[in-house]
């Protein structure tokens, strides 16, 4: 049977201080994982480790981003995680130092009729 896209969940996750990617991107994903519930996979009787899940992380930097540290944070399924080009890096002129915002959107699909 064919995957088919049954969840997309969009989250946003910051570092103010101290440059660290992958801590703004495994708060985007904590954030993009406390908007859903996986109810579908008791409705329609799915085992949820079955689910295949695609993490895509946007960030300035993405070869920054310790893509084992954001999939440890994923608590079910078959989870592929990549980081793209994407979010922003703000200076603060005064402290010399940046904040990071970055985006994640998690689609989640199943092996559906």
């Keep these: 049977m064919p995957l088919k896209r049954v969840i997309l969940e969009m989250g ?3 570092d103010l201080h101290g440059g ?20 579908i996979s008791r409705a329609i009787d799915v085992d949820i480790e ?3 899940v ?5 960030v300035q930097q993405p070869d920054k981003v310790d893509k084992n540290a954001v999939l440890a944070t994923l608590p079910h399924g078959q989870v592929t995680v ?4 994407g979010g922003i890096d ?5 402290g010399g130092d940046f904040a990071i915002i970055a985006n994640a959107a998690i689609q989640v699909r199943l092996d559906l009729p």
């Design 82 to 85: 990549k980081a793209v080009k």
């Design 50 to 52: 079955s689910m295949q």
């Design 90 to 94: 703000i200076p603060d002129e005064a």
């Design 20 to 39: 660290d990617y992958t801590k703004a991107a495994v708060r985007a994903v904590f954030d993009a994982l406390h908007h859903s519930s996986l109810g």
């Design 12 to 14: 946003t996750g910051n």
């Design 54 to 58: 695609e993490v895509i992380i946007g």
